[in-house]
């Protein structure tokens, strides 16, 4: 079986840079070896899920030329999660919890005074059968935990390098909210499962994410693909870019006239100890790049420089 890598958006708002270094990371990985690379919209979230951004994402990766092989979208899959969901369900791993948020909120801020980590302390799992069926008659509407091991969840970063996490350290995570909308990181390990995802490259935010992930993959059987966790992108007053806010928006310097490939010749070698080169299609820029070279310290991303870039690559065409 050949390299299969993905980019996985939410289209809850616009791509900005750092989005599109991760999207570009794995389409080179993939293009580099001969691979595929497998669009997924992450779009769980129906109630912010919008079409017009799942078009503006599609318009983005189009105009840098970032070609995808596959399509599939999370909102057709919902049976899927469903099934897994029962197969934790009966071997005890999912269990439902009914704090609401105020209430989390208060637990954090005392076990913070205490000088305690703000870890869930799993009070719900204490419930008797009785109060649990109470519940449910009441009307309450559970949240799903995910119950962790306590064991290290050890993996040989293809950035990072070894990578060892303690899971007892970690909350147990949320997989399916009160309405039912199942999370990222149930329905991500399903995909990346069932598509059989090889690869898998996103910022080092995720490093927790991938802990848990890694269990899961255990529990179903599944085969571990290979994880990198690249930087996260600052902006020049240090703060982290957020597509949210609009920051560094490919809508924006598209239409602010930067050209595409001046952003894949920046974004292929920020962060890495590779030598920046200005290098004039995709095939080149794959060729060159190296996802070893690349480390885990918050890198600067200076608007100067890409505008640089683009102002050489007009004057050579």
Partial sequence: MGILTRFAPSPTGYLHVGNIRTALFNFLIAKKSGGKFLLRIDDTDLERSKQFYEDEIKRDLEWLGIEWDLFERQSTRIDRYKEVFKTLKLQNK????????????????????????????????????ERLKQLEVEGEKAHWRFLLDSIKIKW??????????????????????????????????????????????????????????????????????????????????????????????????????????????????????????????????????????????????????LNLISSKILKDT
């Fill in 94 to 129: 999912i269990y439902p919890c009914f704090e609401t948020k105020n209430e989390l909120d208060l637990k954090r801020k005392k076990q913070l005074n205490m000088g305690k980590p703000p870890i869930y302390d799993r009070s719900s799992l204490k419930l008797s059968k």
């Fill in 156 to 305: 040989d970063d293809k950035i990072m390098g070894k990578i060892c996490i303690d899971l007892s350290s970690l909350s147990d995570p949320v997989f399916i909210k009160e309405d039912g909308q199942f999370l990222y990181t149930l329905a991500s390990v399903c995909d990346d499962l069932d598509f059989g995802i090889t690869h898998v490259i996103r910022g080092s935010d995720h490093l927790t994410n991938t802990a848990t992930q890694i269990q899961l993959i255990n529990i179903l059987g599944g085969k571990i693909p290979s994880f990198g966790h690249h930087s996260l992108l600052i902006d020049v007053s240090g703060e982290n870019l957020s597509k949210r806010l609009g920051s560094m928006s490919i809508r924006d310097l598209r239409s602010s006239g930067i050209e595409p490939m001046a952003l894949n010749n920046l974004m292929s070698t920020l962060g890495s100890s590779n030598s920046p080169k200005l290098l004039h299609s995709l095939n080149e820029i794959s060729e060159y790049f190296d996802i070893s070279k690349f480390g885990a310290a918050p890198t600067k991303f200076d608007l100067k420089g």
